[in-house]
């Protein structure tokens, strides 16, 4: 096999493929110029995304050249859903969400060099396209007996999808079919669920231009709790600070199970098969040590948020849990913590005194009652800004309180909450 297909199967990149054999073959003709697209359903990217744009810098680095496309006609229809039907978001919205996502895609790549990356967008050439010329030059190459196979149409027969759902591969094949003629794109790669759409623009390319094209899909990955990384899923890891902070995103990959963990450290950083399988020993023979964690996730942030966001997420995660001062942590660092501890909130008394310390502990959510929050304290286990509570009679001190009026409290080592005080 090509070297480029041997590591992709090494790292756990494929899924499923046109024949694999004429893809190498294609790839060992020379650079071959591919692409993958982005659908611009939300303000930002997410994990399941950084599969493919860690796929498209493993092939760029071995010399072939990418074009990235925002669907920013793809992205006004929605690929259809198991679920039920999409809403569609309003043109400015999503076009709003188009330059969002040009971005975001354009840190991931080079655009310098022979293998050289292109951003597209399909509104391009789909916004002036008329009906009578999509249909004739486009639908009549897709015999609906075939569309009707797909899964995903079949399990919505019953009840109702529409045409334009329905319609939504024909948009897709129509963008392999330009980017072929265009730009010479011979390969599409995506996700295991755009199979049906990857496979239909291979077909379009050949029955309209009698063209041979190839596609590679890969395998969806899965959290911990077997869910998908998806924008419709609960607990959605975003590339967008602003919506996952560095310091939930760092926590996130800090905290993989150890059984999913080497999968992930394939798919994410550039690591050499040595190094892998020097954190996979340690996962075996010292879990506790949790080597592989926190390479992945000090690779994996680096990538996406960069190294200084990174060394704050770390400092913030050691002050968290009694490491450090909580004060010398940045503010977006701390604005990070308490978005992924969901404070609670506490007023202060009618003469202006800041809450008693056992009323913050429940706000805080880290006991249940007053009771559990009176025997943390005579038991040294309770903390506020990591100074330990030493009497029942303390209170929230206004000089202690962190950024907008927030405190971190702990019960123990390991359970930790936030609140804020509302005066």
Same mark, same amino acid.
């Given at each position: 096999? &090509?070297?480029?297909?041997?590591?992709?199967?090494?790292?756990?990149?494929?899924?499923?493929?046109?024949?694999?054999?004429?893809?190498?073959?294609?790839?060992?003709?020379?650079?071959?110029?591919?692409?993958? =697209? %982005?659908?611009?359903?939300?303000?930002?990217?997410?994990?399941?995304?950084?599969?493919?744009?860690?796929?498209?810098?493993?092939?760029?680095?071995?010399?072939?050249?990418?074009?990235?496309?925002?669907?920013?006609?793809?992205?006004?229809?929605?690929?259809?859903?198991?679920?039920?039907?999409?809403?569609? &978001?309003?043109?400015?919205?999503?076009?709003?969400?188009?330059?969002?996502?040009?971005?975001?895609?354009?840190?991931?790549?080079?655009? !310098? =060099?022979?293998?050289?990356?292109?951003?597209?967008?399909?509104?391009?050439?789909?916004?002036?396209?008329?009906?009578?010329?999509?249909?004739?030059?486009?639908? @009549?190459?897709?015999?609906?007996?075939?569309?009707?196979?797909?899964?995903?149409?079949?399990?919505?027969?019953?009840?109702?999808?529409?045409?334009?759902? %329905?319609?939504?591969?024909?948009?897709?094949?129509?963008?392999?079919?330009?980017?072929?003629?265009?730009?010479?794109?011979?390969?599409?790669? =995506?996700? =295991?669920?755009?199979?049906?759409? $990857?496979?239909?623009?291979? !077909?379009?390319?050949?029955?309209?231009?009698?063209?041979?094209?190839?596609?590679?899909?890969?395998?969806?990955?899965?959290?911990?709790?077997?869910?998908?990384?998806?924008?419709?899923?609960?607990?959605?890891?975003?590339?967008?600070?602003?919506?996952?902070?560095?310091?939930? %995103?760092?926590?996130?990959?800090? &905290?993989?199970?150890?059984?999913?963990?080497? &999968?992930?450290?394939?798919?994410?950083?550039?690591?050499?098969?040595?190094?892998?399988?020097?954190?996979?020993?340690?996962?075996?023979?010292?879990?506790?040590?949790?080597?592989?964690?926190?390479? $992945?996730?000090?690779?994996?942030?680096?990538?996406?948020?960069?190294?200084?966001?990174?060394?704050?997420?770390?400092?913030?995660?050691?002050?968290?849990?009694?490491?450090?001062?909580?004060?010398?942590?940045?503010?977006?660092?701390?604005?990070?913590?308490?978005?992924?501890? @969901?404070?609670?909130?506490?007023?202060?008394?009618?003469?202006?005194? $800041?809450?008693?310390?056992?009323?913050?502990?429940?706000?805080?959510?880290?006991?249940?009652?007053?009771?559990?929050? @009176?025997?943390?304290?005579?038991?040294?286990?309770?903390?506020?800004?990591?100074?330990?509570?030493?009497?029942?009679?303390?209170?929230?001190?206004?000089?202690?309180?962190?950024?907008?009026?927030?405190?971190?409290?702990?019960?123990?080592?390991?359970?930790?909450?936030?609140?804020?005080?509302?005066?």
């Amino acid at each position: 096999m &090509n070297a480029l297909l041997d590591e992709l199967n090494w790292r756990g990149f494929i899924k499923t493929s046109t024949d694999l054999d004429a893809l190498a073959t294609h790839l060992d003709s020379g650079p071959v110029c591919f692409y993958v =697209g %982005f659908d611009p359903t939300a303000p930002s990217l997410h994990m399941g995304n950084l599969v493919q744009l860690m796929l498209v810098r493993r092939f760029q680095a071995y010399g072939h050249r990418p074009i990235l496309l925002v669907g920013g006609s793809t992205g006004l229809i929605g690929d259809p859903k198991q679920a039920g039907e999409r809403n569609m &978001n309003p043109k400015d919205i999503v076009a709003e969400w188009v330059e969002r996502i040009r971005a975001q895609v354009s840190q991931f790549v080079s655009f !310098e =060099g022979d293998a050289a990356a292109t951003l597209v967008n399909n509104y391009d050439w789909t916004a002036e396209l008329s009906t009578l010329d999509f249909l004739r030059d486009v639908g @009549k190459h897709f015999p609906v007996n075939r569309m009707l196979e797909r899964d995903v149409v079949r399990s919505r027969l019953e009840t109702g999808i529409s045409y334009t759902e %329905f319609s939504y591969i024909l948009l897709q094949s129509y963008d392999f079919l330009q980017l072929y003629r265009n730009h010479g794109a011979t390969l599409q790669t =995506g996700g =295991g669920d755009q199979w049906g759409n $990857l496979a239909a623009g291979v !077909e379009l390319i050949r029955r309209a231009d009698g063209g041979k094209a190839h596609a590679l899909a890969t395998p969806l990955l899965t959290k911990a709790d077997g869910t998908k990384f998806g924008k419709t899923e609960a607990g959605t890891v975003w590339l967008d600070p602003a919506m996952t902070s560095p310091y939930a %995103f760092y926590q996130f990959f800090l &905290n993989a199970e150890d059984e999913q963990v080497i &999968n992930y450290a394939k798919i994410f950083t550039v690591r050499s098969q040595e190094e892998i399988a020097e954190l996979a020993r340690s996962t075996k023979e010292e879990p506790h040590l949790r080597m592989a964690q926190r390479a $992945l996730a000090d690779d994996v942030t680096d990538l996406v948020h960069g190294e200084e966001a990174r060394k704050d997420a770390v400092a913030a995660a050691a002050a968290v849990f009694g490491g450090a001062d909580l004060a010398t942590i940045s503010t977006s660092a701390l604005e990070g913590v308490v978005a992924e501890l @969901k404070p609670g909130e506490i007023a202060a008394e009618a003469d202006g005194q $800041l809450p008693l310390v056992i009323d913050a502990l429940v706000a805080s959510g880290v006991v249940k009652t007053r009771g559990e929050a @009176k025997r943390a304290i005579q038991e040294g286990g309770a903390y506020v800004n990591n100074k330990k509570v030493a009497s029942l009679d303390a209170r929230l001190e206004p000089a202690a309180l962190l950024g907008a009026g927030y405190a971190i409290v702990r019960r123990g080592k390991k359970t930790v909450g936030a609140l804020r005080v509302v005066r």
